[in-house]
């Protein structure tokens, strides 16, 4: 029998190697080539079960609308910057915005109608965004942070309409039958989102950082980030992102016609999913399978989109181009998901979660929960997933909040803020290799950068836990 603590080698393995080689896909491999020769013990065996662990990970129903709803999405950006959109959009805006706020204003304003989904913020937002860096003087890094601040700490807090709500409201009701206790997992969650400190802090952090500190290192671009091509002022801006190029229209409906179907789509397509569940406005958006909908809505989407575009005599051929080299562009995340739930999987299978639950009843009941924070941002810093280091740590954060008497709403808020700092902070998470790839940064470079603000608001965010389980005593 494996010992548990095993479980731990393999994210020992993956962190270092891509710390050193600032390239996280070798950590990964590494990571989960270590894990599945920990699990079957011979030369061959092992890498045939990497390639079990790979395979039911891809096979995954929901990481296949993930992977599909990726490759589909900046499929249909390529299409939008092909026939114009993206390069309109800059021309447009670039009249109106002169100065890096008036940019991150626009940026914050635009989780308006990008909040569903992490994955759906970054492919919306960030190649429009990249596109005005060099007019605005604002570095790839800070617009990144930037546009991540306001999308799963922004998403975990909203109870409606995004692909966060059932997952998260799942966990909950598992976590209370478990312990045979009667209470309604909606209303613990809605309880719950004032205690989830961390992102408020970060948010005000992020802002602060935005808006108020002035820093030399930010005022100007990093070329090696951007307008990597040379010339003058003029082309490096165009040729910060290939969407502005000289030879493109300027049509910015073209832009913004297919994201208003995009984001009205998704909304309706929620609230109906939701409505043949239950009856009820915001009931049916607390039911609906948000990925599903958003995923249904895209395709119609680009079915609609497409039939625009040929109505403007832009060829089949050109917008199928455009839509394959769009969606290839994201293929390097599609690999690195794959690598990641392998990981994931090979780490729960050498008993993760066990040696978690083992290992945590030293804490004391009095420090219970920053202490629980502080150990669930380790975790999720390590996973590199919110999602996973929620499943792992609530329930054990319920079972030890009954039977401790700590509040429920507390104990359950720390924990989806634990798990927020690891999908913010860490080089391993969803959220900063899917920024990264868009953005063209390197991983380890942006996550070190944004990981100094993420420790200080989860600095902060302790001594708050520590201030309301003495207030909640």
Not at 15 to 30: Q, S, Y
Not at 31 to 57: C, E, F, T
Not at 116 to 122: L, M, Q
Not at 174 to 189: C, G, P, R, V, W
Request: aromatic letters at 12%; charged letters at 15%.
């Amino acid at each position: 029998m494996q010992h548990d603590w095993f479980s731990v080698i393999p994210f020992l393995i993956a962190i270092p190697i891509a710390v050193k080689t600032k390239e996280v896909l070798p950590g990964l491999f590494a990571g989960l080539l270590a894990g599945s020769y920990l699990l079957q013990q011979s030369p061959v065996g092992g890498l045939h079960k990497m390639i079990d662990l790979l395979v039911k990970g891809i096979i995954d129903p929901g990481n296949i609308k993930i992977f599909i709803f990726l490759y589909a999405f900046t499929g249909l950006i390529g299409m939008i910057k092909m026939a114009g959109g993206v390069r309109g959009f800059v021309e447009l805006a670039s009249a109106k915005i002169s100065s890096k706020k008036e940019a991150l204003f626009l940026t914050y304003i635009s989780t308006i109608g990008t909040f569903a989904a992490p994955s759906f913020r970054f492919v919306t937002i960030a190649p429009i965004m990249r596109a005005l860096l060099k007019k605005v003087k604002m570095s790839t890094q800070e617009l990144g942070f930037v546009i991540e601040t306001t999308a799963t700490p922004i998403i975990v807090l909203i109870p409606i309409a995004t692909a966060f709500v059932g997952y998260m409201t799942s966990l909950i009701d598992l976590s209370l039958e478990t312990k045979h206790i009667k209470a309604d997992s909606y209303q613990l969650f809605l309880q719950s989102i004032p205690f989830n400190f961390f992102s408020y802090v970060l948010i005000l952090v992020g802002i602060y950082l935005s808006f108020f500190h002035h820093s030399k290192s930010t005022e100007t671009s990093d070329p090696k980030e951007i307008g990597k091509d040379g010339g003058s002022e003029e082309d490096d801006w165009h040729n910060c992102d290939p969407s502005v190029g000289k030879d493109l229209p300027e049509k910015p409906w073209n832009l913004f016609a297919p994201l208003i179907l995009v984001i009205g789509l998704t909304f309706l397509f929620t609230w109906w999913d939701g409505f043949q569940k239950v009856k009820g406005f915001f009931p049916a958006f607390i039911k609906a399978d948000v990925m599903s909908a958003m995923l249904t809505a895209l395709l119609v989407s680009l079915i609609l989109t497409f039939v625009f575009f040929r109505f403007q005599k832009m060829k089949t051929k050109d917008l199928l181009s455009s839509f394959i080299l769009g969606g290839n562009d994201l293929m390097s995340v599609i690999v690195l998901l794959s690598l990641v739930w392998g990981l994931s999987s090979a780490s729960e299978e050498l008993g993760f979660s066990g040696f978690i639950t083992r290992h945590s009843q030293w804490i004391p009941s009095s420090l219970l929960v920053p202490i629980l924070f502080l150990f669930g941002a380790l975790v999720s810093y390590f996973i590199g997933s919110a999602w996973g280091t929620w499943g792992i740590l609530m329930p054990l954060g319920v079972s030890v909040a009954d039977a401790s008497g700590l509040s429920l709403p507390l104990v359950i808020g720390t924990v989806f803020a634990s798990g927020t700092f690891g999908a913010f902070a860490s080089p391993l998470s969803d959220d900063t290799n899917t920024i990264a790839r868009i953005l063209n940064l390197s991983v380890i470079t942006y996550a070190r950068y944004k990981l100094k603000p993420a420790l200080i608001a989860a600095g902060i965010t302790v001594v708050l836990y520590g201030i309301a389980s003495f207030l909640l005593k």
